[in-house]
């Protein structure tokens, strides 16, 4: 029983001397900076501006063709850049 009672009384003394402080910070999230904070009751430092890159926008894969048959047909589609009707093949 006394092992118990020192063991718990070096446990405690472990915990009590770790760092009880809380921190904010400011991290950059999405091209803006963010206050972060250990605890949810803290207030939250105002960040200073500051250059926060943007994530790279990865563009979506082509989702890869169907099997089985597919329906072609001949169709008229405008071109944008010459202005003009040009004969295209046209999948579904």
């Not at 402080?21 to 900076?33: I, Q, R």
Request: proline letters at 12%; hydrophobic letters at 35%; a positive charge.
């Amino acid at each position: 029983m006394k092992r118990l009672w020192v063991s718990l009384a070096l446990l405690a003394g472990i915990l009590a001397t770790g760092s009880a402080e809380a921190v904010c910070t400011c991290h950059c999230v999405n091209g803006e900076a963010k206050a972060f904070c250990t605890y949810a009751t803290e207030i939250e430092p105002v960040c200073p501006p500051r250059f926060c890159p943007m994530p790279a926008v990865v563009p979506e894969a082509p989702q890869p063709p169907t099997p089985g048959p597919r329906n072609c047909v001949v169709k008229e589609i405008l071109n944008d850049r010459t202005g003009k009707f040009e004969k295209r093949e046209v999948c579904s």
